[in-house]
């Protein structure tokens, strides 16, 4: 029987699941991190440093339920700030709204091939926040998160190959919205 493939973050995580005073390398490590996908959802700098706090308490409490199937840490806590960030809204009957800056918007419009004038940019922002949520999350987490597709599957609770099936579909539907504005 082969042993499991760990993380990188494997020894950060043993060291705060056998002490919890060492869970601030984890914290340290990725609040940054988290901090902006959060912002990114939210738009809102207090809001996000309240979601990302959560986030971070639930991942420190439940760190024992954690098991390391070799992807990085981040995914579960990107899982969990996904979490909060939806809870929010739910709970306040929100719509949400999905900030990108400009530069990741213009890099992503090249992957799919089109010009990046700013009446594009601006196009793309519309056609984003016209899709339904989960499939605009998945082209945030890949083109603007940079997260790999077993990220996102873990992210999702879904396999590597599912989340990639999953992002071009999303993309695909992009793209229709797009050439059709």
């Known amino acids: 029987m082969s042993t499991p493939k760990r993380s990188k973050d494997f020894p950060l995580v043993l060291a705060a699941q056998q002490d919890r005073k060492k ?11 988290i901090f902006l996908y959060v912002l990114k959802k939210t ?8 979601l990302t706090s959560n986030t971070f308490m639930k991942a420190m409490v439940n760190l024992t339920k954690y098991r390391d199937m070799g992807f990085p840490f981040s995914s579960w806590l990107y899982r969990i700030a996904s979490n909060e960030v939806n809870k929010y809204y739910r709970d306040n009957n929100k ?14 419009l090249g992957e799919l091939e089109i010009d990046d004038n700013t009446d594009q940019v601006n196009q793309l922002m519309k056609c984003l926040s016209e899709m339904k949520e989960d499939q605009s999350d998945l082209i945030e ?7 790999s597709f077993n990220e996102i599957g873990e992210v999702l609770g879904i396999t590597g190959n599912n989340a990639k099936i999953k992002v071009y579909r999303a993309i695909d539907k992009l793209k229709k919205l797009f050439h059709n504005k």
Do not use: C, H, P, W
Not at 23 to 33: H, I, P, R, T
Not at 95 to 108: G, K, L, M, P, S
């Open 23 to 33: 869970f601030s390398g984890l914290y340290n490590k990725y609040y940054k991190e």
């Open 43 to 50: 738009a809102n700098e207090s809001l996000s440093a309240e």
């Open 95 to 108: 719509v949400q709204e999905v900030q990108i800056n400009e530069r990741d918007a213009v890099t992503f």
């Open 141 to 147: 987490m890949r083109y603007f998160e940079k997260l």
